[in-house]
């Protein structure tokens, strides 16, 4: 290897799976969380290796996801968390089913579907329970279930809520609160539609520290690529960020170091050059306190990153041009990388760009 890339770990994912799976009871469902490409990974890649071991369902952000993975082959049926009403007409001609959680969607979701004559759409209900983030607040639920009903090419099949707080054991009375406003608000709906949706609210956090919350399914996101807040280590870091050494300056004491001349030599120091910069998702605000690894060492980044760069001391490191280095890996996690500048793994991973070419490796197990 001698570029950027991200590598993908399949076995990892797989490994993943299986630890999640096996918290849960033996009719549990299990949605994978596949939005923003699989939490920068690859989101087509990922969702076939699930979609193989036997994964329930898909979630997406917005249609356009959902639509990458049905033109892919993908056949699990998709929800879309946060759709737009000018997707709609992409929602029903791709089988997905929309989050049904504001008045605006709402309305205009029942305006097109009665308009163009649609037969049935299976949809989810959103309720806010305390998140305040999306979906229909207690108060609106009768008006919203209301259209619902008069509207009969809405097929309920789920209903669903969002834990705030479930990685933060000081708020298990907040927690549990909202736990038991979704039990009251879904029975509610379920008595005045004379419908079975599926229930699920919990997450990754979720599904480690409140079991009760399972209801009939639970929703996976990063969990399945590695991370869970630190708060169990079964699980295995799916994405490795490697580069290379592209060149060795030497550099004298006093010297200065990149743009804006924000870091001098304090001794000759040996500076190598990564070809991984901010237009590739490392933000500059990684120039502070981060470093990467060669050869299972320590190199901090100095002066400030690059567009298409980052500068590092090699001092104390025994190397050369063309060497391997490792951003972050199953070892040392983008959690780490991520805490060094105060920020998480979710912003790390969703922020590499395009420009770094994916590379799958494990085994796929594809039919």
């Known amino acids: 290897m001698k570029k950027t890339v991200l590598e993908i770990d399949l076995n990892a994912l797989e490994h993943n799976f299986n630890i999640i799976s096996s918290k849960l009871k033996p009719t549990t469902k299990l949605m994978a969380v596949v939005k923003s490409n699989a939490y920068g990974s690859d989101s087509v890649e990922v969702a076939k290796k699930l979609e193989f071991l036997g994964v329930d369902y898909f979630a997406v952000a917005f249609a356009n996801e959902g639509i990458e993975l049905r033109e892919a082959g993908i056949k699990t049926p998709i929800l879309v968390l946060l759709p737009q009403v000018e997707s709609i007409q992409n929602i029903i001609d791709y089988n997905l089913e929309p989050s049904l959680y504001s008045f605006y969607f709402l309305d205009n979701f029942i305006d097109y579907v009665i308009k163009r004559d649609v037969r049935e759409c299976s949809c989810h209900f959103k309720i806010n329970t305390g998140l305040n983030r999306v979906g229909f607040s207690e108060l609106e639920i009768s008006e919203a279930v209301k259209k619902i009903k008069n509207c009969q090419p809405i097929k309920l099949v789920g209903i669903y809520s969002h834990l705030a707080a479930t990685d933060d054991l000081n708020e298990t009375k907040f927690t549990n609160s909202q736990i038991v406003l979704f039990e009251k608000i879904s029975s509610e709906i379920k008595s005045q539609t004379s419908c079975n949706p599926i229930l699920h609210m919990s997450?990754?956090?979720?599904?480690?520290?409140?079991?009760?919350?399972?209801?009939?399914?639970?929703?996976?996101?990063?969990?399945?690529?590695?991370?869970?807040?630190?708060?169990?280590?079964?699980?295995?870091?799916?994405?490795?960020?490697?580069?290379?050494?592209?060149?060795?300056?030497?550099?004298?004491?006093?010297?200065?170091?990149?743009?804006?001349?924000?870091?001098?030599?304090?001794?000759?120091?040996?500076?190598?050059?990564?070809?991984?910069?901010?237009?590739?998702?490392i933000s500059r605000f990684f120039a502070k306190n981060a470093h990467i690894m060669i050869g299972g060492k320590k190199a901090k980044i100095i002066g400030n990153i690059c567009m298409d760069v980052l500068?590092?001391?090699?001092?104390?490191?025994?190397?050369?041009?063309?060497?391997?280095?490792?951003?972050?890996?199953?070892?040392?996690?983008?959690?780490?990388?991520?805490?060094?500048?105060?920020?998480?793994?979710?912003?790390?991973?969703?922020?590499?760009?395009?420009?770094?070419?994916?590379?799958?490796?494990?085994?796929?197990?594809?039919?």
Not at 231 to 238: A, F, M, Q, R
Not at 240 to 262: A, F, H, P, T
């Open 203 to 281: 997450n990754t956090s979720g599904i480690f520290n409140y079991p009760h919350c399972e209801f009939d399914m639970v929703r996976a996101g990063i969990g399945l690529y590695g991370y869970n807040n630190n708060l169990n280590k079964e699980l295995v870091p799916v994405h490795s960020l490697k580069s290379v050494i592209s060149q060795i300056i030497n550099c004298d004491k006093g010297e200065s170091v990149g743009y804006n001349r924000s870091f001098f030599c304090k001794e000759d120091m040996k500076v190598g050059v990564i070809p991984i910069g901010h237009a590739d998702g």
């Open 311 to 367: 500068m590092v001391n090699l001092n104390g490191l025994n190397c050369k041009e063309g060497d391997e280095v490792v951003v972050f890996d199953s070892k040392n996690n983008a959690e780490d990388f991520a805490k060094s500048v105060g920020t998480i793994s979710y912003e790390i991973l969703t922020n590499l760009s395009n420009r770094v070419e994916r590379k799958i490796v494990g085994k796929r197990d594809i039919n």
